[in-house]
């Protein structure tokens, strides 16, 4: 486990892209640094990482209020309210041998996400559980089958320590915590808060997803195995798009409509449809797909007209 000085008060003054000022980061808890206002904490950790990234513990985290230009997956903005909303990034190094296989840090973030506020938000006073919906989003299912989103995560690869011989990427976590039915931005979105959850404090989610994170990474980083780390079986365990009727939206392809039947190796997801079995990668629905490929580049946005929250 990486142990952070709590004591040390380190703050980060990070430069925003596009000559747009300094956001500046205070030290929190548990490795985390906050801010009240910045565009993007996935930009930010980029930034950090290429500035001083020999001094950076793995599961930094950069929490922030309120983003300008939070964005979601497949270049969508990602939409949060301070106060009621999470919105964090954390820092992964993986040896650089596992490139090829990283795409599983967005799968292991949804299910540590899951996991953390499942573990803090309790029993939902309407019978609704929080799952994964695949790739990486959290879920919550209601008695009677209907799924609305909670969270959801964003991986990227923003480089590679010649002198380690690691891989960094970032791994940002949207969370839904006490946003008000009116506050929700569309019909297939809810909150903790909505789906009768007790919503718990920022910080304790903050600090509850970078442990159960290290968890997940430290087991699959130590075997390069996303069986034997245990994380497939967790999320075939608690994946809710494992059901009848599925329908997996693909921007650069036709929809997949059919049984979701499992996840495999690769993190793809195996769709029984009426053209029999479809193989449907992780790739396609979300950016980590293209990451061993934007070796030095970090990607810029590509902020289109939807928006998740
Ligand atoms: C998605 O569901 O499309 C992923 C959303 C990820 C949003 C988080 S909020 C913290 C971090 N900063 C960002 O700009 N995005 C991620």
């Not at 486990?1 to 980061?25: F, P």
């Not at 209907?146 to 923003?158: H, N, P, S, T, W």
């Not at 921007?251 to 993190?267: A, F, S």
């Not at 997801?269 to 979300?286: H, K, N, R």
């Amino acid at each position: 486990m990486v142990r952070h000085d709590q004591t040390s008060q380190v703050t980060y003054d990070i430069a925003r892209r596009g000559d747009q000022g300094t956001t500046h980061y205070e030290y929190w808890d548990y490795g985390a640094y906050r801010t009240a206002l910045t565009g993007s904490t996935q930009d930010d950790m980029a930034e950090l990482w290429r500035a001083r990234h020999g001094e950076l513990a793995p599961y930094t985290a950069l929490v922030a209020d309120a983003q300008t230009a939070g964005r979601g997956r497949v270049g969508r903005r990602w939409f949060s309210l301070p106060e009621r909303s999470l919105t964090v990034s954390a820092l992964i190094v993986l040896p650089a041998a596992l490139v090829e296989s990283a795409g599983w840090l967005t799968l292991i973030g949804g299910a540590a996400a899951r996991r953390a506020l499942s573990r803090l938000a309790g029993v939902s006073c309407n019978g609704t559980e929080l799952k994964i919906s695949w790739p990486n989003d959290v879920v919550a299912v209601s008695a009677s089958g209907e799924q609305r989103k909670v969270a959801g995560v964003l991986g990227e690869y923003i480089g590679r320590a010649e002198e380690t011989d690691t891989l960094a990427a970032v791994v940002g976590l949207g969370a839904n915590l006490g946003l008000t039915e009116d506050e929700l931005p569309t019909p297939t979105a809810a909150s903790l808060r909505t789906a009768g959850f007790e919503v718990p404090d920022r910080g304790e989610v903050v600090r509850a997803w970078l442990q159960e994170l290290e968890e997940r990474v430290g087991a699959f980083g130590a075997t390069g195995d996303p069986r034997a780390s245990g994380v497939l079986e967790e999320i075939n365990r608690e994946c809710a798009t494992l059901r009848p009727n599925v329908t997996v939206g693909r921007p650069r392809d036709t929809p997949v409509i059919g049984r979701g039947v499992r996840i495999v190796e690769d993190g793809s997801l195996i769709v029984a449809s009426t053209d029999g079995e479809v193989v449907v990668t992780s790739g396609e629905v979300s950016l980590f797909g293209d990451m061993p490929r934007a070796v030095t580049a970090f990607r810029e946005p590509t902020a289109g007209p939807e928006a998740t929250r």
